[in-house]
């Protein structure tokens, strides 16, 4: 298939993520999250089980925004939590800044006592960083998220979590860092930020300039891969038909 999105190459690269976790419950926030948690399930983690973000776990793969009556079992908002305590979750969150340390703030911008702008809170945040396998999307990489220190910490990073002890690091995990530019680890020099693929149509540099803080690139930094022909036709007809993935991310096709 030709004309492949940025959107697609976004949720290829999601999948990606979930990949190896085998049956683990794949908990994502947003549409282009859930698009690549779903598409993970129908090709390279059958195992991984997933829910319609509400009350249900799914025994099938429906469409984005479609209903499912196929359910498997019940995961209302307070058993959650049951499952963040135990650990067998992998969680892809949003993030307003993430700084070079893998540390991540969605709660707000400025001084914590007086801030500039209220967000969400830190909400699971520090629950989900300290005992889940936790993975970021950013739909637009620019330098206002990409910081070299976050104004508060919401979701904690590997250096932080061990100052503070056992209990924040034994199962803290920060996986994988997917934007509209490229995905990200925490494989650079002292567990910061390093760039593992660039999408189509990007470079390095164009990373760099569009991230606040330094971000370490090896000699040879892959591209990062397009979609298959038999995952284009689930993204495209199976998970998200009505297209939404393109209100998230440009459509711009890849080079």
């Known amino acids: 298939m030709s004309d492949v999105t940025r959107a697609e190459i976004c949720a290829a690269a999601i999948a990606d993520a979930f990949a190896d976790d085998g049956e683990i ?17 129908l090709t390279s983690n059958p195992d991984l089980v997933i829910s319609d ?3 249900r776990f799914l025994a099938e793969v429906p469409a984005l925004g479609a209903g499912s ?65 936790t993975s970021y999307w950013v739909p637009k990489h620019a330098t206002r998220v990409f910081v070299e220190r976050v104004d508060i910490v919401s979701g904690i990073g590997p250096k932080l979590a061990e100052q503070a002890g056992p209990a924040a690091a034994r199962y803290n995990d920060i996986h994988r860092i997917v ?17 593992r693929s660039v999408h189509p149509g990007v470079t390095v540099d164009d990373v760099r300039a569009a991230s606040g803080c330094e971000i370490h690139a090896d000699d040879d930094v892959p591209e990062t891969r397009t979609p298959t022909d038999a995952e284009l036709t689930l993204i495209r007809e199976v998970i998200d038909p009505k297209n939404l993935r393109d209100r998230e991310v440009k459509p711009e096709a890849a080079r």
Do not use: C
């Open 179 to 195: 934007s509209n530019l490229a995905v990200l680890d925490l494989g650079g020099p002292d567990r910061t930020l390093r760039l």
């Open 53 to 55: 973000g509400e009350s």
């Open 69 to 133: 009556d196929a359910v498997e079992g019940w995961i209302p908002f307070r058993k959650v939590f049951d499952v963040v305590a135990y650990g067998k979750r992998h969680v892809m969150m949003g993030a307003t800044q993430i700084d070079r340390y893998g540390n991540q703030n969605i709660s707000a911008i400025g001084d914590f006592a007086q801030p500039k702008r209220q967000l969400l809170g830190s909400r699971g945040a520090p629950g989900n960083t300290a005992n889940n396998r």
């Open 25 to 41: 419950f794949g908990s994502p926030m947003g549409l282009l999250p859930t698009l690549g948690v779903r598409l993970a399930k």
